[in-house]
């Protein structure tokens, strides 16, 4: 009878244990099913690795949501070294970008073609030699108009005055054929127009030619008044030998 109640009492303290571990992992595992395991929770948010291998185990139906700073962008990893994100000095301004951009990316893209248009120009005219050829004719034509005066207050014209004038009299061309550039505009699709390059060539020379063009012009002056007064002294010479004759 001893002996039966021994083992009885045996069987009951080791039931007893046996549901007192039982309780203590369920305890344990039931800690785990809820939020983040004691191990890895801190109170400034640092996150520190635990020694475990092990992933901790979560309930798909319902999950405590960690606090998030307004600094981080996602939840901090379990294992490793948590992220440091710095802010940046300089931020973002879409209204800084052009108009027909999107965010880096081109929305549209300009394209011109060519309009049925032509400007026609002289070489010539934007060539400081041609003027200089020009200013002398000029001053032979008005060499003339002093011989054809003098002609008019002699009673007879020596033969020299009149060669001189028929040599001054000669017209000699050197303008040569104009230039055409076809298709000189482009019209481009966001509705403004352009120069063709072969334009844009010829109106930055132009701009290039009537920047220097005061100075150009002070040294065509002079070249017209050394023209005139060199056939002034050999109209004079005609004169002064003609009269010498008649002596």
């Known amino acids: 009878m001893n002996i039966r109640k021994h083992w009885k009492n045996f069987l009951l303290t080791t039931t007893a244990l046996f549901w007192a571990s039982c309780d203590d992992s369920t305890s344990t595992e039931a800690q785990c099913l809820y939020g983040t395991p004691p191990e890895y929770q801190s109170s400034n948010s640092n996150v520190t690795p635990s020694s475990s291998n092990e992933t901790p185990a979560s ?131 966001d509705g403004t127009t352009r120069p063709s390059e072969e334009y844009a060539q010829f109106l930055k020379m132009k701009e290039e030619w009537e920047a220097n063009l005061p100075a150009l012009e002070e040294e065509l002056k002079k070249v017209y008044e050394d023209k005139l007064k060199e056939l002034e002294a050999r109209i004079n010479k005609c004169l002064s030998e003609a009269a010498d004759d008649k002596q």
């Open 59 to 189: 309930s798909s139906s319902e999950t405590a949501k960690p606090e998030s700073s307004s600094s981080e962008l996602f939840n901090p990893p379990v294992y490793g070294d948590e992220p440091v994100f710095e802010e940046s000095s300089s931020s973002f301004d879409p209204n800084s970008m052009p108009s027909d951009t999107l965010y880096g990316v081109s929305v549209t893209e300009k394209t011109c073609f060519p309009m049925d248009s032509s400007v026609s120009y002289f070489p010539n005219d934007f060539s400081a030699d041609n003027a200089k050829f020009w200013k002398e004719e000029q001053a032979k034509h008005d060499a003339v108009d002093k011989i054809d005066s003098i002609k008019q207050t002699l009673a007879e014209t020596p033969m020299c005055l009149e060669n001189l004038r028929m040599e001054l009299d000669r017209f000699v061309a050197l303008y040569g054929a104009p230039t055409v550039i076809m298709n000189a505009v482009e019209s481009c699709s």
